[in-house]
Nanobody, 120 residues
Framework: QVQLVESGGGLVQAGGSLRLSCAAS????????MGWYRQAPGNERELVATVTSGNSTKYADSVKGRFTISRDNAKNTVYLQMDSLKPEDTAVYYC??????????????WGQGTQVTVSS
């Protein structure tokens, strides 16, 4: 069984910064892509950023230049540095990972979500 545990959410004023962390634990042979998604009330869950095992990154247009995704493979952890936050960034942020519990299998795992609230 594999779990993702997120931390780092909270309340911040517009223009401020937050750093989210997500650590994977359990039966892990390797981890391919890791990423962050968010869901605001009344909206569908959307991609924020992803990073591959080779450190190739992808960002939503709305966060390019403000957010930075990174990962520490030794710790099975992915981070999201969020700068110049805007009220429209308010959402529940979810971590996701494509995990290989064994060399023969691959699963998608989701974290429980962490609330990010940006006040104007």
């Amino acid at each position: 069984q594999v779990q993702l545990v997120e931390s780092g959410g909270g309340l911040v004023q517009a223009g401020g910064s937050l750093r989210l962390s997500c650590a994977a634990s359990g039966s892990i042979f390797s981890i391919n892509s890791m990423g962050w998604y968010r869901q605001a009330p009344g909206n569908e869950r959307e991609l924020v950023a992803t990073v591959t095992s080779g450190n190739s990154t992808k960002y939503a247009d709305s966060v390019k230049g403000r957010f930075t995704i990174s990962r520490d493979n030794a710790k099975n952890t992915v981070y999201l540095q969020m700068d110049s936050l805007k009220p429209e960034d308010t959402a529940v942020y979810y971590c996701s990972a494509e995990v290989r519990p064994t060399i023969f299998s691959s699963i998608i795992v989701w974290g429980q979500g962490t609330q990010v609230t940006v006040s104007s």
